[in-house]
Structure formats: structure tokens, C-alpha cells
């Protein structure tokens, strides 16, 4: 199926338009106090929970709403217009939370953690990043030796949103659990992927970040102390951990870039609002060209951005190979969601730079969009690569 921006099929839009009143209504009120406060939204993600937003693109059987990834992504865009912390706590939670464990898991893993993660009751992480291993991730550090039926872990884990909630139930860490020879003739670490729940000795979030936005997501460094786990928690192959996360990555760029439409959107919503709003000289600012100029110029970049990251979900959900759009997508919407932030603050003038103002977060939110997941340079390669160059 061919997504088009305007036109979706009845399903979609249905539920593009309940994610949406759920943001006005529920979201948009409470946002600003949750950012000011650094304060996780535990009772916006139970009502999601309850909607079943979290469960979005799995199965029924394993207590999924039987949809797909684009289902997700239209659910995450609406939410970033108003929220990107609780849009990421959601593309997280799915996207690199819960999906490793569907799409490598075992039947038994699947039967016992699928339940418990997509009603959102609890929690998964994905512990990719290590302090010198950020776009290498290549370079992981964390090592896992097994003996006697047991993994033992030790290592550490950087930036690694959803990992030390109330409601965090496991991580899925990349881990050196051994060598190979590679086609080159010479050894390289095997990388392996390992469940570990939250409460396992060992096992410490440290103290949150303090960032520059997404104040309201969570976001911990991760200690593995002689962490041990049972024989059976490796998720898929072994061996297979850093081929399976690049498949993981590659979907969740378009989740990102999802994230990122709703925000540039965001931008255009409340800066049309304020121009029409705000008189100046006797006149509404939009009436001046220089402003309604600078909104069009904001308009097209997120319809861009949009139509990138639908044809990316194409892709995809046909089976086609999908590696280079989704790396468009996220570049293009990552820089809309930037140069519109920029933009609309300065269409807000001194009151963009008011914090209790919409387009204020989304100034202070959005450049991550242009590094996690992939940074800008990362995307540029990729893409490069994908034109043989």
C-alpha cells in the first residue's frame, strides 16, 4: 500500500484523528508544567496504555491492536506537535523497546514480555550507545561471558531513553560475547543482543541526565556491574546483536522522522495562530510579507518531510528494501523540525524565547532530532553509500 499525505485510508485516519484529539485535549494542557518540572507523564502513558497506542504494531495474540508501523508513526507525529518528550517515551518504547523482542524474540520470550509492554504497563529499553561508541556502534565495549548457563555482564550504556522509570521492566543490550573471523581474514567481536530486567543486581540507572530539552522523557546512563542473567535471555542469534539493531535502526529513522513532522507542524500551527494574532503598526503580523513568507517557506518543509517519511513506510510495509528512504526522511524531517523551530521563534519574537511558550520547547527539543538515531553525517553517508559512492 502507497501512503499519500491528505488521503489515508478510513482506518488511519481515524485513528490519526483520536491520537490527535487525545493531544489537544489531554496533552497540550499539561505539557509545559510536565517540561518545567522534569516530570515523567506516567498518566499521559497509562491513558496511551489504555488506547492502545504501545501496542500499535503487533499482533493481537500477544496483546497488540493488530496494526502496523505506519499506524505507530501517524500516532507519534500527532503527539510531537505537541509533546516530542512523550512522543520519544512512545517511539522508544515500541520502536526500539518492544520490536527487537517481536521480531528476534523466541516464542516463550514473546509470550512473556509482549503482554507487559504493549498495554503500557511497563517499559523496554534499548541499550545500543556506550560512551565512545555512539555512531560506531561497532565499537561496543560491554562484554558478556557465558558459564554455567549464565551471562555475566559488565560494561556501560549512554543515553538510553526509558530505561529508569517506575514502570521499566528490561533492557536489550548489545554486548561483546566473544570473536569471529571476518571475510577480511581478521578477528572481529561477535555482538550479541541480552534481555536484562530492571531490578537484576548489578543492574543501575544512574541519575538523569540534564539536558537541554526533552525534559519530560527519561534518559539514563546504564551500569552493568557483574550483572548476571539466565542462559536463555540472549534475543536472537548469537552473534546476530549488531546486524539485528542496524535492522532496528533503519525502522525506527522513520518513526523519528514521524516525530519530527509532528514537531516542524507544531511550529507551523502555533506560529499561523500567533501571526494572525499579533498586530504590530495597526495590522495583524501575518499581513506583513516577510512573515507570511517565512510560515509558507515552514509549511513546505514539513510537507516535504511528511511525504519523505510516508514513502519510506511504503516501502517497508511492501517488503521493499527501504534502507535509503528511510535515511532521507530522517534527514529532511530532522532539519524541518530544526530550521521551523528556529523560524518560529522568531516569528514569536521575545515571547519565542518565553519557555511556557510551544514553539520555546520545540527550539530546545528539536536539534536531537538531528542526532539521535543517526546523526545528520550518518544519514549522509548512508545514503551515499546506497547511490554507490
Not at 497509562?46 to 492502545?52: D, I, Q, Y
Amino acid at each position: 500500500m502507497s501512503f499519500t499525505p491528505g488521503v489515508l485510508p478510513e482506518e488511519y485516519e481515524s485513528l490519526r484523528r483520536a491520537v490527535a484529539d487525545f493531544t489537544d485535549n489531554e496533552v497540550a494542557p499539561v505539557s509545559a508544567e510536565l517540561d518545567r518540572k522534569h516530570e515523567f507523564p506516567y498518566e499521559l502513558v497509562a491513558k496511551m496504555g489504555k488506547m492502545g497506542l504501545f501496542g500499535l504494531p503487533f499482533p493481537e495474540e500477544y496483546g497488540g491492536m493488530g496494526g502496523d508501523y505506519f499506524a505507530l508513526c501517524l500516532a507519534i507525529e500527532e503527539i510531537a506537535r505537541e509533546n516530542q518528550s512523550l512522543a520519544i517515551t512512545l517511539e522508544a518504547a515500541v520502536s526500539l523497546g518492544a520490536m527487537p523482542i517481536y521480531l528476534f524474540g523466541t516464542e516463550e520470550q514473546k509470550k512473556e514480555w509482549l503482554p507487559k509492554l504493549t498495554d503500557g504497563s511497563g517499559l523496554a529499553s534499548f541499550g545500543l550507545t556506550e560512551p565512545e561508541a555512539g555512531s560506531d556502534a561497532g565499537g561496543t565495549r560491554t562484554k558478556a561471558t557465558l558459564e554455567n548457563g549464565e551471562w555475566t555482564i559488565n560494561g556501560s550504556k549512554s543515553f538510553i531513553t526509558n530505561s529508569g522509570t517506575d514502570i521499566t521492566r528490561l533492557v536489550t543490550a548489545t554486548a561483546v560475547t566473544g570473536t569471529r573471523v571476518g571475510k577480511d581474514g581478521k578477528e572481529k567481536p561477535e555482538i550479541s543482543t541480552i534481555m536484562i530486567p530492571a531490578g537484576t543486581p548489578g543492574f543501575t540507572a544512574e541519575p538523569l541526565y540534564d539536558k537541554v530539552g526533552w525534559n519530560s522523557s527519561d534518559t539514563h546512563p546504564l551500569t552493568f556491574d557483574n550483572v548476571k542473567v539466565p542462559e536463555e535471555n540472549l534475543l536472537g542469534e548469537r552473534g546476530r546483536g549488531y546486524a539485528n539493531f542496524l535492522r532496528i535502526l533503519d525502522e525506527g529513522r522513520i518513526a523519528v522522522a514521524a516525530l519530527s513532522v509532528g514537531a516542524a507542524q507544531g511550529c507551523v500551527d502555533a506560529s499561523v495562530k500567533y501571526a494572525q494574532e499579533r498586530t504590530s503598526f495597526g495590522k495583524p503580523i501575518a499581513s506583513y510579507q516577510a512573515i507570511s513568507f517565512k510560515i509558507a517557506r515552514m509549511e513546505a518543509r514539513v510537507s516535504a518531510a511528511r511525504a519523505a517519511y510516508y514513502e519510506a513506510a511504503s516501502k517497508m510495509l511492501a517488503g521493499e528494501p527501504f534502507k535509503k528512504e528511510a535515511s532521507i526522511a530522517k534527514l529532511i524531517a530532522g532539519e524541518a523540525a530544526m530550521d521551523n523551530a528556529r523560524d518560529a521563534t522568531q516569528v514569536h519574537g521575545g515571547y519565542g524565547f518565553m519557555n511556557e511558550y510551544l514553539v520555546a520547547r520545540h527550539y530546545r527539543d528539536s536539534k536531537i532530532l538531528e542526532i539521535g538515531e543517526g546523526t545528520t553525517e550518518v544519514q549522509l553517508m548512508l545514503i551515499a553509500r546506497a547511490l554507490g559512492l
